[in-house]
């Protein structure tokens, strides 16, 4: 796959484009183009880009991106 990043919405989970990713940096998330091998669902963190738990992002869906 190309190397770069793809951006996601917080609030709807759905790919958008670097510039409104950059609009709206508290709400978006960076995410690396690399290969899906994940197993089961993750949450991130759409501040930080950084994993956490199940039950935090199913509390925080509008700070939040759900992988599968």
Known sequence: ???G??????GTGRF???GKAA???STSLK???TA???SGEHYR???TGRYVTTK???ANPGTTVKES
């Open 1 to 3: 796959m190309a190397k």
């Open 5 to 10: 990043s793809n951006f996601r919405s917080a």
């Open 16 to 18: 958008i484009t670097p």
């Open 23 to 25: 609009k709206s940096p």
């Open 31 to 33: 995410e690396p183009r």
């Open 36 to 38: 899906s091998g994940s």
């Open 45 to 47: 963190s759409a501040g």
């Open 56 to 58: 935090y992002g199913k």
